[in-house]
């Protein structure tokens, strides 16, 4: 049987045969329909979010607790573990399994210190009296910020289980499709979180 390659955006899996071409179709697909509903989700939470943010209830605004040079930081650390993601995703399409690992670890390692920084600046804000329960506007910014926290959390786990499974299972049918899925969620967080920046913290710090 001819051997093609996986055509999905974000990764081209080399040497895969028919049969894997139309098992990444159908599973990909489901894939992209759970993110779709993901999407869902967060669109109402950045909903919830528009509706409170002049609801302070005489607490801090966005002007006073937000800290841009922190959330720019944050930013640029999800977007070099995407970056580094995508880089495994190369070398998965070469098979070359030393790189996948030092690139996927490094994309595990900038993804922990995302959770890291956020978590610093979530508990100094509760430290500093801008706790969920101050305000309408607070609690929606925690809940919006913590939901996509536990989705990067959620993703780390999930490199790690990628990780041993590579070590176990080698580069098997079902190890590249989960892969590829695995490379989709990574990414759509990056674009959530670069949402998140863009509606949240930028017009935040100008109250």
Do not use: C, K
């Not at 607070?138 to 996509?148: E, G, R, Y």
Request: charged fraction near 10%; aromatic fraction near 12%; glycine fraction near 8%.
């Amino acid at each position: 049987m001819t051997e093609r390659a996986f055509q999905h955006p974000g990764i081209n899996l080399a040497h895969a045969r028919e049969e894997d071409h139309l098992h990444a179709e159908v599973t990909v697909f489901g894939f992209w329909v759970f993110l779709m509903s993901d999407a869902i989700i967060f669109a109402v939470l950045f909903a919830t979010y528009a509706s409170m943010t002049t609801r302070t209830n005489g607490g801090p605004t966005g002007a006073e607790v937000f800290q841009l040079s922190n959330a720019f930081i944050e930013t640029l650390v999800l977007l070099f573990s995407s970056f580094a993601f995508g880089m495994a995703s190369v070398a998965l399409r070469e098979s070359r399994v030393p790189t996948i690992y030092r690139w996927m670890g490094a994309s595990l390692l900038l993804g922990l210190g995302f959770l890291g920084l956020e978590l610093r600046e979530l508990t100094g804000l509760i430290a500093s009296g801008a706790s969920p329960q101050v305000s309408g506007f607070l609690s929606s910014f925690f809940l919006l910020v913590s939901t996509h926290g536990l989705h990067v959390l959620a993703g780390s786990v999930w490199i790690v289980v990628m990780m041993v499974q590579i070590a176990v299972l080698g580069l098997r049918r079902e190890v590249r499709s989960l892969l590829l899925r695995l490379g989709l969620f990574w990414q759509f967080l990056d674009l959530i979180w670069i949402v998140i920046f863009s509606v949240v913290y930028l017009p935040g710090v100008a109250q």
